[in-house]
């Protein structure tokens, strides 16, 4: 595909797709509650998707209804065992989190996905998983998928401590120790997203949570409720650097989610200078209208217990640092080498050909500001956010073109990424 380059300013106003971890977790919650969930504004990416398909091979009914999809929950001790394999696509909150759903299932289970999930490490889940009596395996040390996974109507609570700062994780072993013979408790290593937490209160059960000591009770029923996704901080993340990045411009993103364990984005752009604005913050719903307007900006440094609140973010973050006044270094950010791609490399190497100067390090990078971006192929090597990022680049590059291998990736979080952006260029 080729890409727009040379914008001459990006103007409008936009509301981006929901959610794409509360969209998983809200048909999760939904099939494991009593009662009829209905979901509104949920992401239709193919992630999403995926998650779809799972449960309703596990026997629960999930209706598309176009402005809603509606759950039919069947509780925990509802599921059935599935007939084939569950495909879980590319999506890593998927396998992991399903994961700890069938671990307290007396059924045996067997979760592949696509290359790029094939070669992510599963053993993060995989052992602690063992040790409440799990059978759980995959290839090789790190149990890469596929994964075999036999339950236990027994599950021995766990007491843990993550090794590392993964909402994945610690939502597998949540959802395990729901169903656990007695109590558990989850330490984090950072706080991480934390959906999963929200939306147990949300479907009428009970967690204590304590900084990063989380405790949670076995043998809970969740009732059936309605869910409202807000927009996808991570989406909006590429129109609020393209916003800032591109002369002449002025994105206003409505129903943007702000849970305060994803907004590390916002307060980069502010370190940089940005001109961002906040309105019509909704407390309850936990989002708000974000607007962006053409900057000049200062590097910054981005390291410590800010990267799990922007980890999907730093892709495009790096982009934006390629046109700050100076060097911007990241830090302590080494879980981007697990991710769909490695992308502390797969990022440098993408923007490098394009002219900038990054320097990837263990678990990091270090960006040069000012650079001047030129016209290349680039492979997203079947990474949605290596495809986006591609794509805001391009509007940057004044002669020559950008032509963007395996684009289909965007699918994956974002399937109109295309046709908004579309909308925005002047
Ligand atoms: O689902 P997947 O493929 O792992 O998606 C990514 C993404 O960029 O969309 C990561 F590659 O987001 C993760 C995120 O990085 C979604 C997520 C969640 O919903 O719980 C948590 C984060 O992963 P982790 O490994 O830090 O727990």
């Known amino acids: 595909m080729k890409l727009q380059t040379n914008a001459t300013g990006l103007s409008g106003k936009l509301k981006v797709p929901g959610d794409k971890s509360i969209s998983h977790r809200s048909i999760m919650f939904g099939s494991l509650a009593k009662g009829t969930t209905r979901v509104h504004d949920i992401l239709r990416g193919e992630d999403v998707l995926s998650t779809m398909a799972v449960f309703r091979e596990l ?48 059924f045996s289970a067997e979760m592949f996905g696509d290359d790029s999930l094939s070669k992510r490490p599963m053993d993060r889940v995989t052992m602690p998983l063992r040790q409440m009596g799990v059978v759980i395996s995959g290839q090789t040390d790190r149990d890469l998928p596929p994964l075999k996974i036999t339950g236990s109507d027994h599950l021995t609570p766990i007491n843990y401590t993550l090794p590392v700062a993964s909402a994945q994780v610690k ?27 929200d939306m147990i209160q949300q479907f009428g059960g009970e967690i204590s949570v304590n900084g990063k000591e989380i405790r949670i009770k076995g043998g809970q029923t969740f009732t059936a409720t309605d869910v409202t996704v807000p927009g996808d901080i991570s989406s909006a993340a590429f129109f609020l650097v393209a916003g800032l990045i591109v002369p002449n411009s002025e994105i206003t993103l409505k129903n943007v989610g702000i849970n305060e364990t994803r907004t590390g984005i916002i307060e980069v752009i502010q370190a940089m200078g940005g001109d961002l604005t906040i309105t019509d913050v909704d407390e309850v719903a936990k989002s708000a209208t974000l607007t962006v307007r053409s900057s000049e900006l200062k590097p910054t440094e981005i390291s410590g217990d800010i990267i799990p609140r922007l980890i999907d973010e730093l892709p495009v973050i790096a982009l934006l640092a390629t046109q700050a006044n100076g060097t911007t270094i ?39 500001g000012k650079s001047q971006l030129n016209g290349a192929t680039i492979n997203t090597q079947g990474d949605h956010r290596i495809g986006m990022t591609a794509a805001v680049a391009a509007l940057l590059v004044a002669d020559g073109e950008v032509i963007l291998e395996r684009s289909e990736a965007i699918q994956t979080s974002y399937p109109t990424f295309f046709e908004d952006l579309s909308h925005l260029i002047v």
């Open 171 to 197: 939502s597998a072993l949540i959802f395990a120790a729901l169903q656990a013979d007695g109590e558990s408790v989850i330490i984090e290593k950072e706080k991480t997203r934390n959906h999963t937490e």
């Open 59 to 106: 026997g629960v009914t999930i209706e598309d209804k176009g402005d809603e999809v509606v759950v039919h929950g069947v509780g925990f001790d509802g599921l059935r065992a599935p007939q084939k394999r569950l495909d879980m696509g590319n999506s890593g909150t998927s396998i992991r989190l399903i994961s700890g759903v069938l671990a307290g299932q007396p």
């Open 330 to 368: 990241i830090r302590d950010a080494e879980e981007l080498k697990v991710k769909e791609t490695d992308r502390i490399q797969v990022v440098a190497d993408m923007l490098n050909d394009m002219g900038a100067e990054i320097t990837p390090t263990e678990d990091g990078m270090i960006i040069q």
